[in-house]
């Protein structure tokens, strides 16, 4: 598709268990990132990949958190032990080069409810 | 990052202009201004940015103060679709790729 797709678009898990969310970035983007809105708030910045690597994880709240993007397209953000804390949107975004230069494309976001 | 300033809330008139206003004194030099609109349920989506000369595009326009401490997003003519919430960022530079959204300006057009 033309634009970043997040699946599923909704995930209900129980406390304690692990997820997986997954990021279909914009064919040819290099840079993706993930971020996570929790209700009334911004979005807040989680882990960048440029390429394969992660340039930047200083977003992630601890080590539960992990993300990968073995290929350098497709990204999955992982959480184990899930809390309920950790419900929110994570939202992931794409662009073809740094985004201050080129903006960035996001996709409508995972809900997560950890119950 | 440089911080930026909004209001909490606008409201306008369907088919009339809309001024968002964003303060940023405290830019550099290299400080890219961008522009981003979530409507609700959906992820942000890009408008428009720009570095010093004012920007057009089929969205909005972006009128950059001489002094770059502040800018206006301009939609022309506001119809209901475009209520969101518009987050003004200056994203950080030198390889830095973390956005800093803030809590935006929740725009509510008044049919």
């Known amino acids: 598709g033309a634009g970043v797709s997040q699946t599923p678009s909704n995930k209900v898990t129980e406390k304690g268990k692990y997820v997986e969310l997954r990021c279909d970035p914009i064919?040819?983007?290099?840079?993706l990132y993930w971020y996570r809105q929790s209700l009334g708030q911004g979005p807040e910045f989680l882990i960048y990949?440029?390429?394969?690597?992660?340039?930047?994880d200083s977003g992630l709240p601890n080590d539960r958190f992990f993300a990968v993007r073995p290929e350098g397209s497709v990204s999955t953000l992982k959480i184990q032990r899930t809390e309920r804390g950790d419900s929110a949107v994570y939202l992931c975004?794409?662009?073809?080069?740094?985004?201050?230069?080129?903006?960035?494309?996001f996709g409508s976001g995972t809900r997560l409810t950890v119950v | 990052d440089a911080k930026t300033t909004q209001p909490n809330s606008m409201e306008s008139n369907e088919e009339e202009p809309v001024h968002l206003p964003c303060n940023h004194s405290?830019?550099?030099?290299?400080?890219?201004i961008h522009w981003y609109r979530q409507l609700p349920s959906q992820g942000p989506e890009y408008v428009i940015h720009?570095?010093?000369s004012n920007v057009n595009n089929r969205m909005a326009s972006l009128a950059i103060a001489e002094d770059r401490k502040s800018s206006t997003l301009i939609l022309h003519r506001a119809t209901l679709r475009d209520a969101a919430v518009y987050y003004c960022?200056?994203?950080?530079?030198?390889?830095?790729?973390?956005?800093?959204f803030g809590t935006g300006t929740r725009l509510t057009i008044i049919p």
């Open positions: 975004a794409s662009s073809p080069g740094q985004g201050i230069y080129y903006g960035y494309t």
């Open positions: 064919s040819g983007h290099t840079a």
């Open positions: 990949f440029q390429g394969t690597g992660a340039a930047d």
């Open positions: 405290t830019i550099s030099g290299t400080d890219y």
């Open positions: 720009g570095l010093t």
């Open positions: 960022i200056l994203p950080p530079n030198f390889g830095n790729e973390k956005l800093t």
